[in-house]
């Protein structure tokens, strides 16, 4: 069975810190994706990111960075100089094979980020 | 381009009633997606159609059904409401290939009584 595990429930940053959201998966399939949704108040899930099991090479976007490890099972999330707006649940996710809409997910992160 | 959309945004029900929920997908979008989001389970799978037809299915009882139409709008349906029932349903479309990510609406929030 699949599983992500999001260890941090809670963080709490000052504006223009740098934050790191961890993300350790569990699978038994070779080829899969991951995924990173933000979820703020109004509660939507905003896709962030997709990164597939072959392609282990660090992402950035802006302020964002992804950092995945296969030899780890680790797909861990960095905002730098992080901003109010960051505040938000983030979630990572984990697609089962030949298909993206069937997604496990962690439990979240709350991020919290004051001035 | 309009996002998903999905109605009601706010639902109050009694135990033991019925309830339809209602998500239209992003323009060409064939695949749609349901989840339920609680604090007890966090987020979890319902189940997927594509093409009018379901293409995958989560670990929840016979009680959650859908179905979705020609143009891609779906419906999710829970009969004989449970308290436990109570939980924010998110909706999510993708145009259908097999990684393609997945976009998600507001949701609808569903209320037990």
């Known amino acids: 069975a699949q599983k992500v595990t999001q260890a941090q429930t809670e963080i709490s940053v000052v504006e223009k810190e740098d934050v790191t959201l961890d993300c350790v998966y569990e699978t038994r399939d070779t080829t899969y994706y991951l995924f990173w949704y933000k979820q703020p108040p109004s509660g939507e899930l905003v896709f962030l990111i997709r990164?597939?099991?072959?392609?282990?090479q660090n992402e950035i976007s802006g302020r964002y960075s992804w950092n995945f490890q296969k030899s780890t099972s680790s797909f861990n999330f960095t905002i730098t100089a992080s901003q109010v707006v960051d505040s938000a649940v983030y979630f990572c996710a984990l697609s089962e094979p030949g298909t993206a809409s069937k997604l496990t997910f962690g439990t979240g992160t709350r991020l919290q980020v004051t001035l | 381009k309009a996002g998903v959309t999905q109605t009601p945004r706010y639902l109050i029900k009694t135990r033991g009633q019925q309830v339809t929920l209602s998500c239209s997908p992003i323009?060409?979008?064939?695949?749609v997606s349901w989840y339920q989001q609680t604090p007890g389970q966090g987020l979890q799978f319902l189940f997927e159609y594509f093409s009018e037809t379901q293409r995958n299915k989560g670990n929840f009882p016979g009680r959650f059904s859908g179905r979705q139409f020609s143009n891609s709008r779906s419906e999710m349906n829970v009969s004989t409401l449970e308290l436990g029932d109570s939980a924010l349903y998110l909706c999510?479309?993708?145009?259908?290939?097999?990684?393609?990510?997945?976009?998600f609406g507001d949701g609808t929030r569903l209320s037990i009584l």
């Open positions: 999510a479309s993708s145009p259908g290939g097999s990684h393609q990510p997945q976009h």
């Open positions: 990164r597939n099991s072959f392609d282990e």
């Open positions: 323009s060409g979008h064939r695949s």
